[in-house]
């Protein structure tokens, strides 16, 4: 049985409206110079940590890479921003959601379009402070780590796709 058949949700190509993108998401990782986004399905131990928005949404961490920002920095900064954490081993890529807009232009001058990615990786991280929550990011409320039934519940608040992204990252994290 094929990951997508697995995970068929995760693989059915969709349309993100919100942002004008088609999206397919595959293990395929992308070349660094398309990702434009990294989210981190991060773990304390077997749970995994959720981060509660204003919108009463329940996210993974992560979020936009700045103009000439490694995707290392990108997690770490993204990581402290959301969740007030810091990874405490390597991160790992699992897939990534491969876009394609139909903006005419990019969303900021230094990404790439039309063409672009998504990078979902696990982490094993610890919780040491509260998310700094910068003004021109999502206002994190809350930060908690859950039992992965719950945590998969809970991410379903954030799309249908979110609970079988968490199951792969489980399956990544336990190789």
Known sequence: MTLADRY????????????GLDVRFSTDLPPDELVTNIHVICFVGTEIVLCRDDRDIWI????????????DDCVRRELMEEAGARPIGPMRP?????TTTDRLAPHHP??????????????????????????????????RTFAPDEAMRLSRTDGDHMAELLCLAMEFHRA
């Open 8 to 19: 068929p949700l995760l693989h059915t190509p969709t349309r993100w409206e919100w942002g």
């Open 60 to 71: 993974v961490p992560g979020g936009t890479r700045e103009a000439g920002e490694t995707i």
């Open 94 to 98: 699992i897939g990534a959601h491969h």
């Open 110 to 143: 230094w990404q790439p379009h039309p063409h672009k990615a998504w990078l979902w990786c696990t982490a094993d991280v610890v919780l040491d402070c509260a998310p700094t929550n910068p003004d021109d990011a999502e206002n994190i409320l809350e930060v």
